[in-house]
């Protein structure tokens, strides 16, 4: 079995561990109830500098890379 075929098969597997705890509808359900997700394209056209950052604080093959408490601060 290649990797590409080792990680579909446990993919296939998570999705299927997942459905039997949450239907799909219960799924739905919970979606539907969310907040709506905010349109950055107004932010972004502005004339101030508009950025969209991530902080990345661990990783699967480093571990921790830093303990960064309040990333708005940065």
Known sequence: ???????????????ASRKLEVSIEE?????RKQVPALDPKPVLAGEDVAVIAEVKRKS??????????????L
């Open 1 to 15: 079995m290649s990797v590409l075929s080792e990680i579909i098969e446990g993919v296939l597997q998570d999705v």
């Open 27 to 31: 799924l739905q359900e919970r979606a």
């Open 60 to 73: 699967p093959s480093r571990g921790e890379l830093a303990a960064i408490t309040n990333p708005a601060a």
